[in-house]
């Protein structure tokens, strides 16, 4: 039998910096990290204006630096941290977060930054060559070839913890072999369908966010729920999973799988299949990235099989939701069609959430940005970013033409 890796426990504890630390990732992280004072330390705590909630979690797990995306709210986290008496330094803006990556404060970065704002987070932690815990798809979405050449220059490792990836990671040998050579013939990601699974796209015309954003069974936060609705969250975890596992399109398939308990499955030549189940909790994969390769306590019980009684699948429906198919479009045009996917699908969500784009308008308007705007060559992220700025600035004409 192969040697285990040998656990070190006497290592000194992780440095923890979470990108992200008052939403639902955030939360999870802290849930673990509360569970292990032995093994890991708190930081670095970042998030987007939620200064209340910040100061809160300074409280609780004395980071070394609390920053705030939006600078605004700067002075107001001070003050609620002095009067808490929590001594901590105080930064702001989205620059300060990268800094703050791929700096001293801390040796791991649970990327958790909703959309594109999480890109220069994502890779400075990257190029600095930390322990890269990747909840941010979209930053591999809008720049993976370059992503995953920063994690190979800065010599750091990168472990998904969006639930699939996770699970795929799993399931595969370790080491991040060649697919081929190890045999792997297809990664199946599981989806659970959304909240519309089965519904017809007429019924599907005067939807609400707050129906979109009522997901069976993962708590999450509204642009992640949406993108769950209109499959376009599997669509990212299609392209995601291309990069961080350098399979082709046509190695990787989606199922439909209600229940959530199959969180992916890796195929192999000789037939076999590896899948990852467990509750849908996010705590399970991200205490396996926080101490992989050992294993430690989630606060999540094992699942019941006996309980649970059965597993059910079904093929995707993709002509009622066609956010899945165009992402396996723009996988096969390649270039930077990912960055104008993104940007496009933001804009769309972000409009239906405030109530200026039906439903059915979202794969509309990426469509059509798509369209308008076909690849080109990746050359490096200042052209991508500008690439993504005219995408947001297609999408937003054509949100404005459908009103
Ligand atoms: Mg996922």
Not at 155 to 178: K, M, T, W, Y
Not at 246 to 251: E, L, R
Not at 266 to 287: C, F, I, K, N, W
Not at 297 to 310: C, I, K, R
Request: proline residues 5%; contains cysteine; negative net charge.
């Amino acid at each position: 039998m192969p040697a285990m890796p040998t656990p070190s426990r006497a290592a000194a504890p992780r440095t923890l910096a979470i990108l992200g630390a008052t939403g639902s990732i955030g939360g999870s992280t802290l849930d673990v990290v509360a569970r292990h004072p032995d093994r890991f330390r708190v930081g670095v705590l970042a998030a987007h204006r939620n200064s209340e909630k910040l100061a809160a979690l300074c409280a609780r797990f004395r980071p070394e630096l609390a920053i705030l995306a939006d600078a605004s709210m700067e002075q107001d986290l001070r003050r609620r941290l002095r009067s808490q008496g929590v001594d901590c330094q105080v930064q702001s803006g989205m620059p300060a977060i990268a800094e703050a990556a791929g700096g001293d404060a801390c040796d791991t970065v649970v990327a958790a930054i909703v959309g594109a704002a999480g890109l220069d987070s994502t890779l400075a932690a990257a190029r600095a060559g930390k322990r890269l815990l990747l909840a941010n798809k979209e930053s591999v979405v809008m720049a993976g070839a370059l992503l995953m050449q920063a994690l190979r220059e800065g010599g750091g490792e990168l472990i998904p913890v969006d639930s699939e990836h996770n699970a795929i990671f799993q399931c595969l040998p370790g080491g991040r072999p060649a697919l081929d050579k190890a045999g792997v013939r297809r990664l199946l990601l599981t989806a659970s369908g959304g909240p519309f699974r089965g519904r017809s796209r007429a019924s599907l015309r005067d939807i609400t966010p707050d129906q979109a954003c009522a997901h069976p069974n993962w708590d999450m936060g509204r642009k992640i729920s949406v993108d769950s609705a209109t499959l376009m969250n599997k669509g990212l975890e299609v392209i995601e999973a291309h990069y961080l596992f350098g399979a082709p399109a046509d190695a990787i398939d989606v199922v439909v799988h209600a229940q959530s308990l199959v969180h992916s499955l890796v195929e192999y030549a000789d037939g076999s299949m590896l899948a990852q189940l467990g509750h849908p909790d996010m705590r399970t994969a991200l205490a396996h990235a926080l101490a992989w390769p050992e294993r430690i306590d989630a606060g999540v019980p094992a699942l019941d099989l006996a309980s649970v009684g059965q597993l059910d699948f079904e093929a995707p429906d993709t002509d009622t939701f066609r956010c899945l198919a165009l992402a396996y479009q723009v996988l096969r045009e390649g270039g930077d069609a990912g960055t104008v996917l993104n940007a496009a699908n933001e804009m769309a969500v972000a409009a239906f959430l405030a109530g200026t784009l039906p439903f059915l308008g979202i794969a509309d308007v990426i469509e059509q940005v798509l369209e308008e705007l076909p690849p080109q060559a990746v050359v490096d992220i200042p052209t991508l970013v500008e690439r993504d700025l005219m995408a947001r600035d297609t999408a937003r004409r054509c949100i404005r033409l459908r009103c």
